[in-house]
């Protein structure tokens, strides 16, 4: 996975939070504002893909732990 | 080993000393084991090798002689006294000597709510200090784990609630259970081994330990040192969910996250997908409305900007042409033409406006100009 290029789910949300409050701020100028709405769709598509790409998995770990022996 | 036997006629006889032995070498095959009963008539004197007890059966006071190494004994530095409820960790032996049964100790565990209290206390004063407990070892919780590891005993309860509830918020949720013994002596170790392994696993972000409710014993080796430091120092968050709300078994203090049943903890490692999604839609209604009204605030500007450039040259106009009606009034105030309606009237001559009779001669024409009209005149006479 390369961790550096594709955002992590939550840094994902989080980056999305900050540009939503950015823009209701009305801070940013029209180029600006361009600029992080394509950033925050994108950053919204990914969100909903890493959602819809998910699959449930149940699975036990081998039961290692039970040899473990006493210390006494 | 052979034991040596006599033989008297047909009749087999052994020695004390040889039945003893081999009574003792039989014994020695038995297992080490766990045995629980009550101190009493404990004998403990320096320079003695070893410490005696009696162990009596807590239900029908059965008796079991307890001999345990001194060295060991003072090790645990218990304060044990008579009536103290212990299990025992050793082996049956016959003392040969004196042809006695008895349980060779290896190590002692008080039992009993005080003892085992006061354990826990001194152990939590001491974990304490160290920092394990301290807030800022606490982790955040991952918003959206890959992988949960689920620790459990092999009771069904804990496990079923805590998939039952995940699954339930999030569908596509992903766990690693890993079932470990929950009770009894092994257990610590047991629950430090698989803690270790479970958060050892690719993608494990996150480990629930789930145990359900039990009796204060039940719950001793969520206390265990060994189970407390796993829980501290395991590589990724760790979210304890064992036994009741009441209970603080010192674990819970070293965990990342408490939670009061499984279900509860489910709730803490797991969005709830649904809502996970309304908030995202929500947020990316959001994000097109605000840049919408950005850019409508930029076009709002530029449309003022220019009705601006379109008005100005009229106004500019109309502004020139004020101050010119302005001139003109001036201009009107200053001109004789006012004077000239009050009564007045302006003489000319070809040389001029005449303002002294001597500046004509009699018979000289005139140009007399009044408010409205002029007239043609001649001088009859001057006076000056």
């Not at chain 2, 004994?73 to 299990?87: E, N, S, T, Y």
């Not at chain 2, 290896?106 to 826990?120: K, V």
């Not at chain 2, 203090?253 to 939670?259: C, G, Y």
């Not at chain 2, 106009?317 to 009606?325: I, Q, S, T, V």
Request: charged share 30%.
């Amino acid at each position: 996975v390369s961790q550096e290029s594709e955002p992590t789910f939550e840094q994902a949300r989080a980056e999305l939070e900050r540009i939503v409050a950015e823009l209701e701020s009305g801070r940013a100028d029209l180029e600006e504002a361009v600029r992080l709405w394509e950033r925050g769709e994108g950053l919204y598509r990914l969100c909903v893909s890493k959602l819809d790409a998910a699959e449930g998995k149940i699975e036990e770990l081998s039961r290692r732990a039970e040899s473990v022996r006493p210390e006494h | 080993m052979k034991v040596e036997a006599t033989l008297h006629g047909d009749r087999k006889v052994y020695s004390v000393s040889a039945f003893n032995r081999g009574v003792g070498s039989w014994l020695a095959r038995l297992p080490t084991l766990w045995v629980e009963g009550e101190v009493t008539e404990l004998r403990r004197q320096e320079g003695w090798q070893s410490v005696f007890f009696t162990l009596k059966d807590l239900d029908d006071g059965s008796c079991l002689p307890v001999s345990m190494p001194r060295t060991t004994f003072d090790a645990l530095r218990l304060d044990l006294a008579d009536g103290d409820k212990v299990h025992v960790y050793g082996r049956p032996e016959l003392y040969e000597a004196r042809g006695v049964f008895q349980l060779r100790g290896l190590s002692l565990e008080p039992l009993g709510l005080g003892a085992a209290l006061a354990r826990i206390e001194r152990l939590k004063t001491a974990l304490a200090a160290e920092g394990l407990f301290a807030a800022e070892r606490k982790r955040r919780l991952p918003l959206l784990p890959r992988r949960i590891g689920l620790l459990t005993g092999n009771e069904a309860a804990a496990k079923r609630d805590f998939l039952t509830a995940v699954t339930a918020r999030f569908p596509a949720v992903r766990v690693l259970v890993a079932e470990t013994l929950v009770q009894g002596v092994k257990a610590p170790a047991s629950i430090a081994a698989a803690l270790e392994a479970l958060a050892a696993e690719p993608d494990v972000d996150v480990v629930v330990v789930a145990r359900g409710g039990g009796s204060f014993e039940d719950l001793l080796p969520f206390s265990d040192e060994r189970v407390v430091r796993a829980f501290a120092t395991c590589p990724v968050p760790v979210v304890s969910a064992v036994g009741h709300e009441q209970d603080t078994p010192l674990c819970d203090l070293a965990a990342d996250a408490r939670a009061s049943t499984p279900t509860a903890a489910a709730r803490i490692v797991v969005p709830d997908e649904r809502r996970l999604r309304e908030e995202l839609d929500r947020m990316r209604t959001a994000l097109g409305r605000d840049t919408r009204r950005i850019v409508e605030r930029g076009r709002h500007a530029l449309a003022a900007d220019s009705l601006r450039l379109v008005r100005a040259p009229a106004l500019l106009l109309e502004r020139k042409r004020a101050r010119l009606d302005s001139f003109a009034g001036r201009l009107r105030a200053l001109s004789p033409r006012a004077t000239l309606e009050r009564g007045y009237a302006i003489v000319r001559t070809e040389a001029g406006i005449v303002r002294s009779a001597s500046a004509v001669a009699p018979g000289a024409r005139l140009d007399v100009e009044l408010a409205e009209g002029s007239l043609g005149a001649r001088v009859e006479e001057t006076q000056e």
